[in-house]
T-cell receptor, first 113, second 112 residues
Framework: GNSVTQMEGPVTLSEEAFLTINCTYT??????LFWYVQYPGEGLQLLLK?????DKGSNKGFEATYRKETTSFHLEKGSVQVSDSAVYFC????????????FGTGTSLTVIP | SQTIHQWPATLVQPVGSPLSLECTVE??????LYWYRQAAGRGLQLLFY??????ISSEVPQNLSASRPQDRQFILSSKKLLLSDSGFYLC???????????FGPGTRLTVL
């Protein structure tokens, strides 16, 4: 089946620290991979995505590379800011009936000044 | 452009009362629609999805039901709420043109 496993949180970092949130997936075929971000009290917003192996998604200083050999899509940022405090979700989809998405459990990030 | 609306934004209901949450999408036709629940400190749980009017697939047996009376309207209901129904309910959509899901702002439901 299809599933996503992501790093347990919560994660607390100081401003300007390096961030890595691990995400691995299980899927048949060739899924598309996503990172979504949820700010407090809001819905989810797409942060970045990659649709094929070796693609790198990037946005707002965040990056993630689709690694088929390790079935991973780790999220990284070189220097986090207080405004990056949020919950981050890794997800995958395959173009089947209903275009179902499979989400990880989310990782809460708090950045302190 | 496409937009997705959910209401109400917050709701406090007593145990045993009925529930109706509404989600509407604008700017697209025949979207796939989804209801998720996010319990406090937990991830997203897919509750229902729909690929067309009157077509509902349930992912988890529970106290809730969903309906899609119109192409861009998705309703989540319950006849009698339980304490465990408390959570943050998110509606989402996608279609064949966009390889991503778009989420609404969510409804915070508290059952007392």
């Amino acid at each position: 089946g299809n599933s996503v496993t992501q790093m347990e949180g919560p994660v607390t970092l100081s401003e300007e620290a390096f961030l890595t949130i691990n995400c691995t997936y299980t899927a048949t075929g060739y899924p598309s991979l996503f990172w979504y971000v949820q700010y407090p009290g809001e819905g989810l917003q797409l942060l970045l995505k990659a649709t094929k192996a070796d693609d790198k998604g990037s946005n707002k200083g965040f990056e993630a590379t689709y690694r088929k050999e390790t079935t991973s899509f780790h999220l990284e940022k070189g220097s986090v800011q207080v405004s990056d405090s949020a919950v981050y979700f890794c997800a995958l989809t395959r173009l089947n009936t209903g275009n179902q998405f499979y989400f990880g459990t989310g990782t809460s990030l708090t950045v302190i000044p | 452009s496409q937009t997705i609306h959910q209401w109400p934004a917050t709701l406090v209901q007593p145990v045993g009362s009925p529930l109706s949450l509404e989600c509407t999408v604008e700017g697209t036709s025949n979207p796939n629609l989804y209801w998720y629940r996010q319990a406090a400190g937990r991830g997203l749980q897919l509750l229902f999805y729909s690929v067309g009017i009157g077509q509902i697939s349930s992912e988890v047996p529970q106290n809730l039901s969903a309906s899609r009376p119109q192409d861009r309207q998705f309703i989540l209901s319950s006849k009698k709420l339980l304490l465990s129904d408390s959570g943050f309910y998110l509606c989402a959509w996608n279609d064949g043109a966009y390889n991503e899901q778009f989420f609404g702002p969510g409804t915070r439901l508290t059952v007392l």
